[in-house]
């Protein structure tokens, strides 16, 4: 029988190229802001109740970090922290404009690198890898909805 190919391996790999393209979108044109920073921007733009020690949970780092970036965003006019109305002890972090187009000029830019790489490849082979990813992200969305019921 012949022996299975080793799709993890194979999966880690195009991870790996798929990040490789996404990264190289973000630094062909020098972003005004770190790695890190932009992730930041990321997370607080997809989850707009956001507080700095929300923020240190998500990056898996001590408050006082996430407060030093938000304190290096706000500077450079990309975060504003903004006391929650229900709840004035509460400091909800908020992108502002100049971040939210920052965010859409990297999506767009990473949109295209990815397209330049299907382009390269065969229609069929195309919507093979979009069948494929969509169950993938079915996949794990059932394992990360298991997981959370166990917990």
Do not use: W
């Not at 990321?42 to 780092?61: C, Q």
Request: proline share 7%; aromatic share 2%; with cysteine.
């Amino acid at each position: 029988m012949d022996q299975s190919p080793d799709f993890a391996a194979a999966i880690d790999a195009a991870a790996e190229a798929f990040v490789g393209v996404l990264d190289g979108a973000g630094s062909r044109q020098r972003m005004p802001v770190s790695p890190t920073q932009l992730r930041v921007l990321s997370l607080i733009s997809g989850r707009p109740v956001t507080n700095v020690n929300g923020l240190a949970e998500l990056l898996d780092v001590v408050p006082s970090s996430a407060s030093r970036l938000c304190d290096r965003l706000e500077a450079v006019g990309l975060l504003r922290r903004v006391v929650d109305p229900r709840d004035r002890r509460e400091v909800r972090l908020v992108p502002t404009p100049a971040a939210e187009a920052l965010l859409r000029e990297l999506k767009a830019r990473r949109l295209r690198a990815v397209q330049a790489v299907l382009d390269r490849m065969p229609p069929r082979t195309q919507h093979e890898l979009l069948l494929g990813l969509l169950a993938f992200a079915r996949a794990a969305a059932s394992e990360a909805d298991s997981s959370a019921r166990t917990a």
